[in-house]
C-alpha cells in the first residue's frame, strides 16, 4: 500500500497527490509515468510523474477527473493509499539522454495545454537545475484552469501564459503564441509539445511550417499502460508502435493523429456507463442491457 500524504484540488476537477513510492522516486526520469490503483480490483490508471523527491521517497501525480475511476480519486485525501503504483513506466525524455553542455546551446520551447504543464514541468524543472534555460508556453482555456503556473515560473527562462477567452495572460490558442515569438525574432532548435490530441496536431502543422523538430507526448491515448490492450497503437513514420512502451515521446511531424484520435472515441462510450454506474451507485439497475 501506498500512502497519500498531500491532497488537493489544484483548480475544477484537477487534483494533485504526493504519495510514498521510495522505489519509483529512486529510479524515475522527466517523461515516465506510473500506473495505480486505489483497490485489488481496481481500474489500472496511467498517470505522468510530474515531480519526484528521492531523498523523501515521493512521486507527484497530477489528474484530472474525468472517469469513473479517477472521479473516485478525486475523493482521496492525505492519509488514504493506493493499493498499487507501479513504475517507472514509459520511456524517459530524449532529453534526458543528452549531454548538457550541447543542450546549453540549443533554444528549446516547451507548449504545455491544459493538464499536459503537469508532465512538461519535471522536464522544465530538470534541464533548469542543470543551468539550461527553456521558454515555456502553457495555455489553458480559462484562467481558473490554469495549473503549476507559479512552479513552472520558478524554472523556465521565459513563461507565456495564454487563455483561450482572453481572461489571462495572452489572449488565444498556444499555436498564436509560437507564431507570434517567431515573428519577434525568436528562433527554436526543437519543441516538446504535451497537452489534447488537438492542440498537439496543430502544434505540429504549425512546427512544421516553421521547420522547427517537435516532439509530442502520446500519454493522453493510454489505458492499460503496459502495451498489452493495445488502447494506444499509433502509426508513427506509416510504422506501428505503442505509446507506453515505445514511448510516451514521439516525432510529432510523423504521428499520425487523426487516426488516433479515432481510435480514442473507441472507449467513450464504455467509459460513459462506467461514469453513470459510478454516479448512480446502489440505483443503477442496468436496464439498458449494455452495462454489463
Not at 143 to 162: P, Q
Request: some cysteine; glycine content about 10%; aromatic content about 6%.
Amino acid at each position: 500500500m501506498y500512502e497519500i500524504v498531500k491532497a488537493k484540488e489544484l483548480t475544477t476537477n484537477i487534483y494533485l497527490c504526493d504519495v510514498v513510492a521510495p522505489r519509483v522516486a529512486k529510479y524515475c526520469e522527466p517523461g515516465q509515468f506510473v500506473i495505480v490503483r486505489m483497490g485489488e480490483d481496481g481500474e489500472r490508471i496511467p498517470l505522468t510523474i510530474c515531480d519526484y523527491d528521492r531523498e523523501a521517497g515521493l512521486v507527484t501525480i497530477v489528474f484530472q477527473s474525468v472517469g469513473a475511476s479517477t472521479m473516485k480519486m478525486a475523493h482521496l485525501k492525505e492519509g488514504d493509499r493506493f493499493h498499487d503504483v507501479v513504475g517507472p513506466l514509459g520511456r524517459p525524455s530524449d532529453l534526458v539522454s543528452e549531454d548538457p553542455e550541447t543542450l546549453k546551446k540549443k533554444k528549446i520551447l516547451f507548449v504545455a495545454g491544459g493538464v499536459g504543464a503537469a508532465p512538461v514541468y519535471p522536464q522544465v524543472k530538470w534541464l533548469h537545475e542543470r543551468g539550461i534555460a527553456a521558454d515555456v508556453i502553457v495555455g489553458s482555456k480559462t484562467k481558473d484552469l490554469l495549473i503549476l503556473e507559479k512552479e513552472m515560473e520558478a524554472v523556465a527562462g521565459n513563461l507565456y501564459v495564454t487563455t483561450d477567452d482572453g481572461s489571462y495572460g495572452r489572449s488565444g490558442m498556444v499555436t498564436q503564441v509560437i507564431k507570434d515569438l517567431v515573428a519577434e525574432g525568436h528562433q527554436y532548435d526543437v519543441c516538446i509539445a504535451i497537452g489534447p490530441m488537438i492542440m498537439m496536431k496543430f502544434v505540429c502543422l504549425m512546427t512544421k511550417d516553421l521547420n522547427i523538430p517537435t516532439v509530442v507526448s502520446l500519454n493522453p491515448i493510454m489505458v492499460d499502460g503496459t502495451g498489452m490492450c493495445g488502447a494506444c497503437r499509433v502509426t508513427v513514420g506509416g510504422k506501428v508502435k505503442f505509446a507506453c512502451v515505445d514511448g510516451p515521446e514521439f516525432d510529432g511531424h510523423q504521428v499520425n493523429f487523426d487516426e488516433a484520435m479515432r481510435r480514442q472515441q473507441m472507449y467513450k462510450t464504455e467509459e460513459g456507463r462506467a461514469i453513470l454506474k459510478y454516479q448512480e451507485g446502489e440505483t443503477h439497475h442496468g436496464g439498458c442491457g449494455n452495462c454489463e
